[in-house]
């Protein structure tokens, strides 16, 4: 069973598949751009302590997200 969860509310060593990507015009384009991609499996690897920026594992590359755009990522995430 999985539950759906914004990438910001993620916590390290926490991922998941990315179920969608908020309508948000251009920065949809350059997320997208970046290979964050619906179906995209991703890990959480670390969160500066005001949650701005959040580093990502993505198909084997390190990937650093400001807030706002991790807010933009829906996940399927494992409820477990």
């Known amino acids: ?3 759906l969860k914004r ?3 993620l ?3 926490q991922g998941g598949r990315i179920a969608s ?3 948000c015009g251009n920065l949809r384009r350059k997320l997208m751009e970046m290979g964050l991609v ?3 499996e991703l890990m959480v690897i670390r969160v ?3 949650g701005d920026p959040v580093e990502v594992l ?3 590359y390190s990937l650093a997200l400001r807030k706002n755009e991790a807010k933009q990522l829906i ?3 494992d409820a477990a």
Do not use: K, N, T, Y
Request: charge should be negative.
């Open 38 to 40: 619906i179906g995209s």
């Open 75 to 77: 996940l399927e995430v």
């Open 48 to 50: 500066a302590p005001a």
């Open 1 to 3: 069973m999985s539950i």
């Open 58 to 60: 993505l198909r084997g």
């Open 11 to 13: 916590v390290p060593g």
């Open 7 to 9: 990438l910001d509310e």
């Open 21 to 23: 990507i908020s309508p």
